[in-house]
């Protein structure tokens, strides 16, 4: 991949700057003390669906591309219907669970390497973005990067309304810094969300972790085994 003409590095959040895995295995421990923290099996067992479906129907959502109505009321209305409960309710369960409590683990959960490639990206004048299909202004000051960040943007957001692997988020970064497609580089580690959004937006993309040939693969994306090797897309 030639990346002698980048100029902008434009990140993935979730799974990309830090990892999934330890995080996912924090929150279940949290998680197994609900019934003891709310005082019911039944209540526990809402919360738990109530999250499940939400992420389900975060996935659906992908196809409607750029809808006319909001996707950030859509995603709670949809899943409350499927589990039977108030979208408000919803709501308060997701940012609860899902974007509350995680927070103070992500420190730990970071990718090694990250924080050097931040700190020498901005050393030699490369901006730096990200764009995430969830929030993630919380997300970069727990995990210590908001102040290397000129860039943050949720598929959410009223300007973009567009889950991945719509272009649209993509080039509202490009649009942001005054930059072309082909200057910016996006970092992800899902291929057939990440790299194919940002194939349709004429960017170029790296996949951490996995393996190349998977599903969802684009022509546009390399993969890289670990964060270490990206230091090699920096300008000299």
Not at 9 to 16: A, H, I, K
Not at 88 to 117: N, Q, S
Not at 164 to 178: I, M, N, S, T, V
Request: charged share 25%; proline share 6%.
């Amino acid at each position: 991949m030639n990346v002698s003409n980048v100029r902008a590095v434009l990140f993935d959040l979730d799974g990309t700057l830090y990892h999934h895995s330890p995080l996912r295995l924090l929150m279940a421990l949290e998680l197994c003390a609900l019934p003891v923290m709310l005082g019911s099996i039944t209540q526990a067992r809402a919360v738990l669906l109530a999250i499940k479906r939400f992420r389900s129907k975060r996935e659906e959502l992908r196809a409607l591309g750029h809808p006319l109505e909001s996707l950030d009321e859509l995603q709670y209305r949809h899943a409350a219907l499927d589990v039977g409960m108030e979208a408000t309710e919803m709501e308060r369960i997701v940012r609860e669970w899902m974007y509350r409590r995680p927070l103070k683990y992500l420190k730990w959960c970071r990718r090694r390497g990250v924080l050097p490639f931040f700190a020498e990206a901005q050393r030699r004048g490369v901006a730096l973005g990200v764009f995430s299909d969830y929030p993630v202004h919380e997300k970069l000051q727990a995990l210590g990067l908001d102040s290397y960040v000129q860039l943050a943007l949720c598929a959410t957001d009223p300007e973009i309304n567009a889950f991945k692997p719509h272009p649209r988020g993509f080039l509202r970064a490009c649009d942001q810094w005054g930059l072309k497609p082909d200057e910016v580089l996006y970092v992800g580690d899902r291929p057939e969300v990440d790299a194919k959004g940002a194939a349709a937006a004429g960017m170029r993309c790296l996949i951490l972790g996995g393996e190349a040939d998977q599903e969802g693969d684009q022509a546009n994306a390399s993969h890289l085994p670990s964060f270490q090797g990206l230091q090699q897309v920096l300008p000299t």
